[in-house]
C-alpha cells in the first residue's frame, strides 16, 4: 500500500494579477522504500508539490493521504507525529540550518521533537545519526559553517533521520553541491531508501542524475504531471514529447545535447495555461486537436502512463499498476 498519495491536488497562490496555479490536479503515489524522481522545467511547480506533500502549504483542492491519514488532519491535530514520520530536506542546509548553533544540538532538538532521547543520551544518539550518514560523530560540537556543503546536507539528511521518518521529500537536495558530493548525497538518500525501507521524493532538475537514482520517475509540465513509469522505461521509450525533449536535452559524455530552452518558445506562464494540451504551443508532435482536448494519464504498460492524444490508451488507469489514480 503507497504511504503517500496525492490526489487531484492542485496548489493555487493570489499572484499579483491573476491567481497563479502552481500545480494544476496531480495525482502521485509514492511506495515505501523506494525513490521516486520528480523532474520538470525551472517553475513547473514541483517546489509546490514537495510542500504540498509534506503539509507545508495546505492544496487549494484535492488530498495528500500520508499513512493512511490525511496530511492536513495530521498537522491539526497530531503535529508532532506529522513531522517525526514525515520529513523534507531543502535545496540550501545553509538556510535550513541555524548558523549560529552546533550541529549536534539542532539535530538533539529534533530527536526531543520526536519524542526520543534525554538530555544526557543525546551525544551518543546524535553521534549515531552522522555516523549514519557518513559523518564523525565528533563533528556534533562543530557549527554549520565548519563543514562543507555536501557534508553540511549530510547533517540537514541526519537532522531528518532524527524524526525516524517513513518518507522524505528532497527538494533539490544536490543543486547546489560539486559533483562528487552530488554523488555522496544521491547515494546516501537512496541507500536510505535500499537498506532503511524509507521512501524518497528526489526533485531534481538534472535528469541524468535521476535516472541513476529513482526507480520510478514523474515529469511534471506546468503544474501536471505528463508522465509517470519505472526510470528504465522513460529513458528507453519516453511516450509523451516532453520526455522526449527533457531526455534529448541531456548531453552525452561527447558535450552533445540540447537545452530544453531550445523547445520553442518560453514555459508558459501559470496564470495563463494554454487551453487543451498545456504543451501544445511547444510541441513538435501537435495535432489540431491538441489545443481544444487536455489529454489525461493514460496506461501505457503496467505501471507506465503518459498524458498525450498520441499515446495509445492500453486501458484505464489503474493505481495498482502505476501508482496513479484514474
Ligand atoms: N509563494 C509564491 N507566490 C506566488 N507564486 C509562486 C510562489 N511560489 C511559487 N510560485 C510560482 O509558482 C510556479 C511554480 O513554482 P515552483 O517553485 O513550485 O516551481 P519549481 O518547479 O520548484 O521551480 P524550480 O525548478 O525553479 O525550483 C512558478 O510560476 C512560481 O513563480
Ligand atoms: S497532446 Fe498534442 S500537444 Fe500535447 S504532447 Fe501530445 S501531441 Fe503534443
Ligand atoms: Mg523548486
Not at 260 to 278: E, I, M, Q, T, Y
Request: aromatic residues 4%; proline residues 10%.
Amino acid at each position: 500500500m503507497s504511504i503517500l498519495t496525492a490526489t487531484g491536488v492542485e496548489v493555487t497562490y493570489p499572484g499579483s494579477g491573476r491567481p497563479v496555479r502552481a500545480v494544476a490536479g496531480v495525482d502521485l503515489a509514492v511506495e515505501p522504500g523506494e525513490v521516486l524522481g520528480l523532474v520538470g522545467e525551472s517553475g513547473c511547480g514541483k517546489s509546490s508539490l514537495a510542500r504540498a506533500l509534506v503539509g507545508l502549504v495546505a492544496p487549494t483542492a484535492g488530498t495528500v493521504v500520508f499513512d493512511s491519514q490525511p496530511v492536513e488532519a495530521l498537522r491539526r491535530r497530531a503535529r508532532p507525529v506529522a513531522q517525526r514520520r514525515l520529513q523534507m530536506v531543502f535545496q540550501d542546509p545553509y538556510s535550513s540550518l541555524n548558523a549560529r548553533r552546533r550541529v549536534g544540538d539542532q539535530i538533539a532538538d529534533a530527536l526531543r521533537l520526536a519524542g526520543g532521547g534525554g538530555r544526557r543520551r543525546a551525544p551518543a544518539a546524535v553521534g549515531a545519526l552522522l555516523e549514519r550518514v557518513g559523518l564523525d560523530p565528533a563533528m556534533q560540537t562543530r557549527y554549520p559553517h565548519e563543514f562543507s556543503g555536501g557534508q553540511r546536507q549530510r547533517v540537514a539528511v541526519a537532522r531528518a533521520l532524527a524524526a525516524d521518518p517513513s518518507v522524505i521529500v528532497a527538494d533539490e537536495p544536490i543543486s547546489a553541491l560539486d559533483a562528487s558530493a552530488q554523488a555522496q548525497v544521491a547515494n546516501l538518500l537512496v541507500g536510505l531508501a535500499r537498506t532503511e525501507g524509507v521512501a524518497v521524493v528526489f526533485i531534481s532538475h538534472d535528469l541524468a542524475i535521476v535516472r541513476q537514482v529513482a526507480d520510478r520517475t514523474a515529469v511534471m509540465y506546468l503544474g501536471t504531471v505528463v508522465e509517470v513509469g519505472p526510470t528504465a522505461t522513460l529513458w528507453e521509450d519516453p511516450q509523451h514529447p516532453y520526455t522526449r525533449a527533457l531526455i534529448d536535452a541531456v548531453p552525452t559524455p561527447d558535450g552533445s545535447g540540447r537545452l530544453p530552452a531550445d523547445l520553442p518558445g518560453d514555459v508558459p506562464d501559470p496564470a495563463a495555461p494554454p487551453s487543451g494540451c498545456r504543451f501544445h504551443p511547444r510541441c513538435p508532435l501537435v495535432t489540431p486537436d491538441c489545443s481544444s482536448w487536455e489529454p489525461v494519464l493514460r496506461v501505457q504498460e503496467p505501471g507506465h502512463a503518459a498524458a498525450c492524444i498520441l499515446a495509445p490508451d492500453r486501458g484505464a488507469p489503474d493505481r495498482s499498476t502505476t501508482g496513479v489514480p484514474s
